[in-house]
């Protein structure tokens, strides 16, 4: 495979003295989905706010397209090509959708382009187009996650950062997003790293996956190997080992092999 | 027992025992028997503290009283169920005060008791239970229940299965399973339909009674259960007393698993000589918290946990202010300085014994409060060779830390160097009253009362561990010198002949690189080849730190092991070890073994020691690889 567009080199983050990233290393290549599994706490969150310059790592390198980009503000990553669309969605509330499109453009100027990204960003979601006037804070929360990454979009980045996009959605809606997200990814050739608590749907989308445990990536491989593991199905996939008994309750320790 | 021969007796920290160690009948506060002991000390101590145990994050206390109550309800109720005299009954738990009141119980009404890992498989338990035969099996919880479910129909020698924790288990109907509050009922109703029952029981008890099973881990072949008699704990705890002294006021920590000798003994056996309390650890994965909250006046330890407290603080010190860098360093100096003289148990001139004192106040004594060793009036390693260089380090920062050896066959306890007669690097003096000698071919024999009685139902490996004049084959290699320090240098079994004819003995390799921070184990391989090779266990946590403060990339730990720079770091290790053994002896290359291995693996022993045989099957590709 090619250079990987973002690689991550033995990051660690800290909230005050508590260490957040224990030295995690991984690689995203160009045009792949790359998942992030694990419970919480175990500082997912965390890596992608570092990526994307909202935290600064105590130690370590982040090269994003050949360059450092560590410790930098965010609005100079964002300009490099990352874009954060954070947990909980986080629209402007009081902007109409149209503007928290526009906003998501910011630091760009090219009226020509942004506006093509707008037409994209309609195309892939079209009941934002029926709402562009209607203030965010009056959508769904489906549409107001839709919006969130409409507006990552209009970034034109070249790699995203999402952070639990399914968070608090309908399975339905989740589907659907999901299936936004993998048209994403075929159509416009958008890399992407998915923070996922759902890890089915998280396997499913992505083609490499990574698993964190507090701090620390205890396992990584491709989605389909992930998938097949029995620690992942038993822990995240929630699929029932065979038992003795059928109300077992204790589970096998984690061996990550 | 007679009482008209009752030889001389000796009070060593209050408790009477011979005065000549290693003569019969040994007599510890005048009893020849484990439960005769247990009887009497119920009784003197009653209401005092016998054991703690964390209940929903707080400590509580248990007394001797409660000790002695639930021994005999367990004992009463297991007669009534059918066992009897000679019968074996197997407990599968993690340490917790049941298991000291099983222990007692079973072998109060004549029973022996057999521990199982909580690690083993369900296969292993199965063929535990019908190697020894047992009649009952005591099972922690849901978890362990399970084991025994699933092989259910290949032990119908069982008449019962008993079940300490009830968690998770409230709907349980099982004909041959109850619960452990039905037994203690069962026993409650015998007692008092049969008063003094358990009284007599505990009488007819005689020294040469089998009192316990311990099955070895057995690295060849299937498990083998090690027959200990009462005489032989008694002769352990008589050894202990001289070597090992505890007092009343003492508090242990007990988290090995019970089903080893060497935790059986020093929290369950010699407690009951010497009255100390015994705190029972959460689980194996928080004994650092809970020796912190404990701090205990003697913890004996194998030496990876003594390695473990010692990379805590060499990673907080990493990570300390310049300042505070600075003081542990003159604080270590200083302490080093005077651990030169008290590791020999020489006077430490006044001028040192000042200047550590000084270093003392300012840092030793927080670093050790921090750790739970601010109590500690002696830590003793075993089960595994442990590194001088850890040693001393201990002794400078103020703990005395003693080496020691002994093995199932032995009672647990064969030598030991104590905190006056100490010389590193050795194994210590044999025990009082124990014999011990070299053969020609350099094994170390043993005779004494610590001398197990064979294994069960198999003389002809009994035979095959006994000489002809009756010394026990300890198996290990070693050499003695004129002040009775015993060096070990290997394994016998395990001996390698290279291709070109040169006998090795792979241990004395093997424990010089384990003695370095960033390997855990290592297997050496080359009987019959070419040259030596070795399979490597790195120490995660060291290697790991090391990888992040060298800035290389990992994700888990198989990259971690296919990282070069690791590897390059393995290998000086090894090189460094190698400029000490001569040029066939030298290890000309290596392998990691890439899967984080856990006690759960056939390659690991209950105290996480590689197995040769199991690890030569499990990764002959990687050996392979390098021939």
């Known amino acids: 495979m090619s250079e990987p567009i973002l690689k991550i080199r033995n990051i660690e983050s800290f909230y005050g003295p508590i260490m957040a990233i224990r030295g995690v290393s991984l690689d995203v290549h160009e045009g792949r989905i790359v998942s992030i599994l694990g419970a919480n706490g175990a500082g997912k969150t965390t890596l992608m706010k570092t990526i994307s310059g909202v935290m600064d790592p105590e130690k370590g390198q982040i090269i994003f397209d050949g360059r450092e980009i560590q410790g930098q503000e965010p609005h100079r990553i964002v300009h490099s090509g990352i874009v954060h669309v954070p947990e909980g969605r986080e629209v402007f509330p009081l902007l109409t959708v149209d503007d928290n499109l526009s906003l998501g453009a910011y630091t760009r100027n090219d009226t020509q382009g942004i506006e093509q990204d707008r037409e994209l960003v309609f195309n892939y979601f079209p009941i934002l187009k ?67 608590q759902n890890a089915a749907a998280a396997l499913n989308l992505a083609h490499d996956g990574y698993v964190m445990e507090v701090g620390r990536i205890v396992m990584d491989g491709t989605a389909e190997a992930l998938m097949k593991s029995e620690d992942i199905q038993n822990f995240y996939l929630g699929v029932q080992e065979e038992g003795a008994r059928e109300e077992r309750r204790w589970k096998r320790k984690k061996t990550w092999r | 027992m007679n009482m008209h021969t009752v030889p001389d007796q000796t009070t060593i920290n209050g408790v009477s025992y011979n005065t000549k160690p290693g003569q019969r009948p040994v007599l510890v506060d005048k009893c020849a028997t484990i439960p005769a002991l247990f009887k009497q000390r119920c009784q003197s101590m009653g209401d005092r503290t016998a054991h703690r145990e964390k209940d929903l994050g707080i400590w509580k206390t248990y007394s001797w009283k409660d000790y002695w109550n639930h021994a005999k309800w367990i004992g009463l109720a297991l007669r009534e169920l059918g066992l009897e005299r000679g019968d074996v009954v197997s407990i599968l738990s993690e340490d917790r005060k049941e298991w000291a009141y099983a222990d007692m119980g079973i072998q109060a009404v004549g029973g022996i008791a057999s521990g199982v890992y909580t690690t083993d498989s369900a296969s292993q338990l199965a063929y535990l239970i019908n190697d020894s035969d047992s009649r009952f099996l005591i099972v922690e919880d849901e978890e362990q229940l399970d084991k025994y479910l699933q092989i259910e129909d290949q032990v119908p020698g069982l008449l019962k299965v008993i079940i300490l924790e009830d968690e998770g288990l409230h709907d349980l109907s099982h004909h041959r399973c109850m619960l452990i509050k039905d037994l203690y009922q069962i026993g409650w109703d015998t007692d008092i339909q049969e008063p003094e029952a358990f009284e007599n029981e505990i009488d007819e008890a005689q020294p040469e009674d089998t009192a316990l099973l311990i099955y070895t881990s057995g690295t060849t072949g299937m498990p083998k259960g090690a027959m200990l008699s009462n005489e032989n704990i008694m002769a352990a705890i008589e050894a202990g007393a001289r070597r090992l002294s505890v007092y009343e006021t003492d508090e242990q920590l007990c988290f090995l698993p019970l089903c080893h000798i060497l935790e059986r003994d020093v929290s369950i056996y010699f407690p009951l000589a010497g009255k100390c309390i015994v705190n029972f650890a959460e689980s194996p994965e928080t004994v650092f918290n809970n ?119 032995t009672a647990g306890l064969a030598t030991m160097n104590t905190r006056f007669e100490n010389v590193v690097g050795t194994i ?46 300890t198996g290990d290699v070693g050499r003695l010198d004129e002040d009775g320090y015993v060096t070990i240098t290997g394994r016998l079994k395990d001996i390698i002949i290279t291709a070109g004819g040169k006998n090795i003995t792979p241990a004395e390799i093997e424990s010089r690189l384990k003695f370095s921070h960033f390997i855990s184990d290592a297997v050496i391989i080359g009987d019959r080849r070419k040259f030596l090779t070795a399979l490597i266990m790195i120490d995660q946590e060291n290697v790991e730190k090391y990888a992040q403060d060298q800035k290389v990339p990992f994700s888990n730990f198989a990259s971690l092991c296919a990282a070069e720079e690791i590897k390059a770091l393995i290998r000086t290790e090894i090189d460094a070890v190698n400029k000490e053994f001569a040029r066939v002896e030298q290890i000309k290359d290596f392998r990691l073994i890439d899967v984080l291995l856990t006690a759960e693996d056939e390659e690991l022993t209950a105290t996480m020691k590689l197995k040769r045989s199991y690890v030569e099957k499990a990764h002959g590709h990687l050996i392979e690889e390098m021939y």
């Open chain 1, 130 to 196: 029926e709402r562009r006037t209607q203030e965010a804070g009056t959508l769904s929360g489906g549409q107001q996650q839709m919006l969130a990454i409409g507006r990552g979009l209009m970034a034109r980045p070249k790699i995203m950062l999402l952070d639990e996009p399914s968070l608090g959605l309908s399975p339905l809606l989740v589907q659907e997003i999901f299936e936004i997200l993998r048209r994403l990814n075929k159509e416009q050739g958008m890399t992407m790293m998915l923070v996922e």
């Open chain 2, 428 to 473: 210590g003096q044999a025990v009082p009253g124990y014999d011990l000698r070299i053969a020609d071919d350099g094994e170390i024999q043993t005779k004494g009362l610590n001398n197990f009685q064979g294994y069960w139902r198999n003389n002809e490996k009994t035979a095959e561990t006994f000489t002809d004049d009756g010394w026990l084959r």
């Open chain 2, 291 to 409: 020796l912190q909250e404990v701090s205990p006046h003697t913890f004996t330890a194998v030496p990876r946990v003594w390695e473990k407290i010692y990379s805590q603080v060499l990673i907080l010190m990493q990570e300390a202010t310049p300042i505070g860098r600075l003081a542990y360093g003159m604080a270590l100096k200083a302490g080093a300085k005077r651990g030169d003289y008290k590791i020999k148990a020489d006077k430490v001139p006044t001028g040192v014994a000042i200047n550590y004192w000084i270093w003392d106040r300012l840092v030793l004594r927080n670093l050790r409060r921090m750790l739970g060793l601010d109590r500690m009036r002696r830590g003793g390693s075993g089960a595994a060779p442990i590194s001088p260089e850890l040693l001393k380090w201990y002794w400078s920062i103020g703990v005395p830390l003693v080496e020691g050896y002994g093995m199932t066959e």
